[in-house]
C-alpha cells in the first residue's frame, strides 16, 4: 500500500517547538519533491515548505520563514518539519505530500502531488 504517514503534533504553548515526521511506504520517498501544507478550520489548505528531490533545496511561505526547517532522510524514507518559535495562528492539521512531476520545489498546486498524508494536528495554545 502506497502511503505517507504524519506524526508529532500536538499541543505546545506559543514560542514551543515541535518536529513533524513523514514517512513513506510502498514507495521510495527519494524519487520525490516533498511538501508539507497546513490547512487551519474555515481556510484553504496553504503550502509551508518544499525540499526538492534534486538536491534537497528548500522553499519557505514567508508565514514561517526563519522559524521552520524542512529536510530529508532518503535513507529513511522521512520528511521532517522543524517548527520552532511556534504562534497560535501556526495552529493547523499539517499534511505532507509528495510530488514526481518536478525536480524541484514548483508551487503548491495541490493537483501537482501524487500523494498525501492524513495529517497531524498542531495547536498552539497558551
Known amino acids: 500500500q502506497l502511503q505517507l504517514v504524519e506524526s508529532g503534533g500536538g499541543l505546545v504553548q506559543p514560542g514551543g517547538s515541535l518536529r513533524l515526521s513523514c514517512v513513506a511506504s510502498g514507495f521510495t520517498l527519494g524519487y520525490y519533491s516533498i511538501a508539507w501544507f497546513r490547512q487551519a478550520p474555515g481556510k484553504e489548505r496553504e503550502g509551508v515548505s518544499c525540499v526538492s528531490r534534486a538536491d534537497a533545496s528548500t522553499h519557505y511561505a514567508d508565514s514561517v520563514k526563519g522559524r521552520f526547517a524542512i529536510s530529508r532522510d532518503n535513507a529513511k524514507n522521512t520528511a521532517y518539519l522543524q517548527m520552532t518559535s511556534l504562534k497560535p495562528e501556526d495552529t493547523a492539521v499539517y499534511y505532507c505530500?509528495?510530488?514526481?512531476?518536478?525536480?524541484?520545489?514548483?508551487?503548491?498546486?495541490?493537483?501537482?502531488?501524487?500523494?498525501w498524508g492524513q495529517g497531524t494536528q498542531v495547536t498552539v495554545s497558551s
Open positions: 505530500a509528495a510530488t514526481a512531476a518536478s525536480d524541484y520545489c514548483s508551487g503548491y498546486g495541490v493537483h501537482q502531488y501524487d500523494y
